[in-house]
């Protein structure tokens, strides 16, 4: 079956616009996480949904980051107002359930924020 | 907050030799622990994962690592490497509704 999907897979803006990036996760997948990977930094744990709901946010950078989650599926990660540090490749990934279970990862997005 | 610490971000080593990759954390109140790996050009895979029981895990294609509690360790180790291990492998542990990545070792085998 397909695995993870994101989109866009390269995504170039000016500073100060919005981006929205997408992840598919596989079928029946009830959790979902993204992560942001930085040059020469480990993978930063963002935010995760186990099904359309977020319980905990606080991983993400800023109040300009925000994400949902619709029909327990496609979810979207909002930045607004771009700024040149948010430049990173966002991944996405799911697992059957949380925390205990293998997560499949996607190819990512490279976001550059010129 | 859980901090992941893998200190060496490169190890060459060669071809059939031993090799040790470091993965220490900062609290082991309910961890789960996992190894990650990247070969090159391709997306983030398990290698392994600890959530309880033996504190001795292993890999399918040779690789094991043991969680250590009172060290607060998960160190990844192969007796003898392959060519075909050249990847990045990234330590993780998950506590409570968060994960935590270390910053990765790009281990390159040398024939």
């Known amino acids: 079956g397909a695995g993870v999907s994101q989109s866009p897979s390269n995504k170039v803006t000016e500073k100060g616009k919005d981006v929205e990036l997408r992840c598919d996760p596989i079928s029946g997948h009830t959790a979902l996480y993204w992560y942001r990977q930085s040059l020469g930094q480990g993978l930063e744990f963002l935010i995760y949904?186990?099904?359309?709901?977020?319980?905990?946010k606080s991983g993400l950078p800023s109040d300009r980051f925000s994400a949902e989650r619709t029909g327990g599926s496609v979810s979207t990660l909002t930045i607004q107002r771009t700024q040149q540090e948010d430049s990173a490749v966002y991944l996405c990934?799911?697992?059957?359930?949380?925390?205990?279970?293998?997560?499949?990862f996607g190819p990512g997005t490279r976001l550059t924020v010129l | 907050a859980q901090s992941v610490t893998q200190l060496d971000s490169q190890v060459p080593v060669f071809e059939e030799a031993p090799v040790e990759l470091r993965c220490n954390y900062s609290s082991s109140v309910s961890v789960y622990l996992f190894w990650y790996v990247q070969y090159p050009n391709q997306g983030l895979q398990l290698l392994l994962k600890?959530?309880?029981?033996?504190?001795l895990v292993e890999s399918i294609n040779g690789f094991e690592a043991e969680f250590n509690k009172s060290q607060t360790s998960f160190h990844l180790r192969k007796p003898s490497v392959h060519i075909s291990d050249t990847a990045e492998y990234f330590c993780?542990?998950?506590?409570?509704?968060?994960?935590?990545f270390g910053t990765g070792t790009s281990l390159t085998v040398i024939p």
């Open positions: 949904f186990q099904g359309n709901s977020a319980p905990d």
């Open positions: 993780a542990v998950s506590e409570g509704n968060q994960f935590y």
């Open positions: 600890y959530l309880s029981g033996s504190t």
């Open positions: 990934a799911s697992s059957l359930e949380y925390r205990a279970n293998e997560q499949f």
